[in-house]
C-alpha cells in the first residue's frame, strides 16, 4: 500500500517568514495530493491540493509543488502569520474508476508554529 | 453550505461497552469514509463506501463493522471497546467523478473508553 513520509515534524518560523514542508509517496498510481491544516481537536481542512498533471499551484499565500519522477510534492507558506500556527498533513490517494483506492494516506503532519 | 454531520460529537463508553458513530455526507457526494485519529497521530483510515457496497479497507478491527445505507448515511458500529478505541473519529465525504472529487471531513466524534 501506498506510504506517505513528512518532513519535519515540528518547524518553528518568525511571523512573516516563509515555511516549507515537505512529503514523499511510495505508490506511482498516486494521482491527488492534497494538504490539510488541523486545529486542536478540530476536523482536517482542505487548504490546496494539486494532482499529478501539473507540477505547481498556486493560491494566495500557498503553493504546492509536484515532482512526480522523485515522488515528492511540497507544501510553501510565504508571508507566514500567527493563525497559520496549526499541524499540517500531506496526503496521497488514487482518484480512479469506481473509487478504487481513493482513500487518503496522510503524512505523519507537521507542527507550525509561527511566532509573532 | 451544507457539510458533514456526525453524531454524537462526544461519547464516553467503558470498556467492553458497543458504540454507534453516525455520518450524513454532503448532499450528492457518493464516497464516504472512516478515519481513526489518536491523540498526537495522523488520521488513519478504516474503511470506505461507494454507492452503499465497501469499496475500501484499512486498518479498521474486526470489532469494528459499518455500512451505508440507501439514504448515503453510514454508521459505525464499534464493539468490545478496548481502552486504546479511545480516540477522535472522523467521517469524509467526497463524489468519486468528474470535477470536485475532494474529500471534506466532519467536526469527528470524541470517543473516550474509560
Known amino acids: 500500500g501506498e506510504n506517505v513520509e513528512q518532513h519535519p515534524s515540528t518547524l518553528s518560523v518568525q511571523e512573516g517568514d516563509s515555511a516549507v514542508i515537505k512529503c514523499t509517496y511510495s505508490?506511482?498510481?498516486?494521482?491527488?495530493f492534497p494538504w490539510y491544516k488541523q486545529e486542536l481537536g478540530k476536523r482536517p481542512q482542505l487548504i490546496i491540493d494539486?494532482?499529478?498533471?501539473?507540477g505547481e499551484k498556486k493560491d494566495q499565500r500557498i503553493a504546492v509543488t509536484l515532482n512526480k519522477t522523485a515522488k515528492h510534492f511540497s507544501l510553501h507558506i510565504t508571508e507566514t502569520q500567527p493563525e497559520d500556527s496549526a499541524v499540517y498533513f500531506c496526503?496521497?490517494?488514487?482518484?480512479?474508476?469506481?473509487?478504487?483506492?481513493?482513500?487518503?494516506?496522510f503524512g505523519g503532519g507537521t507542527r507550525l508554529m509561527v511566532k509573532p | 453550505a451544507a457539510g458533514v454531520i456526525q453524531s454524537p460529537r462526544h461519547l464516553i463508553k467503558e470498556k467492553r461497552e458497543t458504540a454507534t458513530l453516525k455520518c450524513y455526507p454532503i448532499?450528492?457526494?457518493?464516497?464516504v469514509y472512516w478515519y481513526q485519529q489518536g491523540p498526537g497521530q495522523d488520521p488513519q483510515f478504516l474503511i470506505s463506501?461507494?454507492?452503499?457496497?465497501?469499496?475500501d479497507k484499512g486498518s479498521i478491527p474486526d470489532r469494528f463493522s459499518a455500512q451505508q445505507f440507501s439514504d448515503y448515511h453510514s454508521e459505525l458500529n464499534m464493539s468490545s471497546l478496548e481502552l486504546g478505541d479511545s480516540a477522535l473519529y472522523f467521517c469524509?465525504?467526497?463524489?468519486?467523478?468528474?470535477?470536485?472529487?475532494?474529500?471534506?471531513f466532519g467536526q469527528g466524534t470524541r470517543l473516550t473508553v474509560v
Open positions: 469524509a465525504s467526497s463524489r468519486d467523478r468528474g470535477p470536485g472529487t475532494e474529500a471534506f
Open positions: 505508490d506511482s498510481a498516486s494521482n491527488y
Open positions: 494539486i494532482r499529478s498533471n501539473v
Open positions: 496526503a496521497a490517494s488514487i482518484e480512479g474508476h469506481n473509487n478504487a483506492g481513493n482513500m487518503l494516506t
Open positions: 448532499p450528492r457526494h457518493d464516497t
Open positions: 463506501f461507494y454507492e452503499k457496497m465497501q469499496s
